[in-house]
């Protein structure tokens, strides 16, 4: 090998991938039947109208503007200070894209094909579901829904109009990891029954007011509002800090981490949701205006696979190695074979190891680009299954993190040390509760002014997608104002 395993590690781990949402627009339900296909032919260049565009957007506005077979026509946000923001990117193009504010006025344009969206969480189903029923193709950042409930319905409308609808988690298109996750499914390692999705990325606090958020000049409250209450939020700021308001946001296992669970439940090769699941944490260690937990360990299990999730948002005083010699863990995942095991530590790179630590096989490679071209390639063919992150799969992986959440949100406060029944013979979940506790005493955790959860262990029928628990069924539905309802099929 031209380099070392030490120097490849050393170099994959400080590698991480990182996907921030963005703010938004807004619309009205739109026809209930198929429309017409787009106008755009296998030649034809498509046309394309970015909706949020104060985070993530941006990379949605760059990607397709880098797109040869693209063109951006329109960007789309409440607030306006968003498209000033971009000006001087459009400054050279032969047509600068327009500005519009209401998403609802992107729909009866004849001249988009595709809708890329970048908005709050919150935003992201209904937004699909009328774009496609206004006969464009979606593009959603992840998660794709708000809710377990959301996917499905968004995943029938799909099917039903024959749009094209990917869900935005780049790696699934990135080459390394496409031949990684083939290596973990290959045997090359063994069976992979175990596998882990880390989030170590800290979040500081977001302060503690009593006022709302004071709004940006021109800002449309009520479009940037939707489907949420027209109340604007107790905090210090509007924008980006929504994540972590459960009235908009999944906070990190719903922001972060729907990438590592993508990845990991890919792995494991599972496309239904889990049939037992249960969440440990809380929003520890500071006081503030949100209400989403920043430190949670969640469970996933199926009948012969288990996936574990680790997010923290404090401070990360020492290196977290889950036991390996690889280095230290960031953002990624491992998947645990009888013979070996892969750690996948950014969006485009892994590495393969035996239990004796001498390296099998790495992979190095990929870019962003490609995930979003393998949409035209899919609208091309009109094609779901050439879709590397069809709205199903993103449904099954947002849905993950929506059911992590429920658990929590339905738990009661117990003492540092309280562990969930699920798993608990397995020492890959031994492991992590003994990281994750040591983690917290690092960050001088004050248990008795900020609360430890244990969630309620939740039994799931893959089927039906439903809990055995009426209240925590009855969580896996929003609630939609009136004129924002989620169109049903």
Known sequence: MPVTRRDFVETAFALAGAALTGAIGSGPAAAAEPAAPSSAGSSDTLRVAVVGTNSR??????????NPDAELVAICDCDPAAFGKHEKTFQDLKRKPAYEKDFRKLLDRKDIDVVSIATPNHWHALMTI???????????????????????????????????????????????????????????????????????????????????APLPPGLDFNLWAGPAPDVVPIRQKLHYDWHWNNQTGN?????????????GRWGLGKQELPKRVVSLGGRLGYIDNGNVANSQVTLFQWDDALLISDVRGLEMKSPVTMGLKTGPLRVGNIWWGTKGYVVAPSYSSG?????????????????????????????????????NLDIEDGHFSSALAHLGNVSWRLGESVPLGTRPALASDDPRVTTTFDSFESHLRENNVDFGATKLSLGRELTI?????????????????????????????
Request: aromatic share 10%.
């Open 130 to 212: 009328w774009a496609m029923q206004a006969g464009k193709d979606v593009y959603i950042e992840k998660p794709c829904s708000f809710t377990v409930d959301e996917g499905r319905v968004m995943t029938q409308w799909a099917r039903k109009l024959g749009r094209m609808c990917q869900m935005g988690a780049q790696s699934r298109s990135m080459t390394a990891m496409r031949e990684a996750i083939d290596y973990v499914q290959s045997g090359e390692i063994g069976a992979v029954k175990v596998a882990h999705a880390v989030c170590y990325k800290r979040r500081p606090s977001i302060g503690l007011v009593d006022t709302p």
């Open 57 to 66: 957007g941006a990379e949605h506005i760059e990607q397709w503007m880098a």
């Open 351 to 387: 590495i393969a190891f035996d239990y004796d630590g001498n390296v099998l096989n790495w992979w190095k490679g990929g870019k962003s680009q490609a995930h979003f071209a393998n949409l035209v390639t899919a609208i091309r063919s009109r094609n779901y299954t050439d879709l």
């Open 251 to 263: 906070g990190d296992l719903g922001n972060q981490n729907p990438h590592e669970l993508d990845k």
């Open 461 to 489: 029928d893959p089927l039906t997608e439903k809990a055995s628990d009426p209240a925590a069924t009855a969580l896996f539905t929003g609630t939609y104002r009136k004129g924002f309802e989620l169109p049903r099929v």
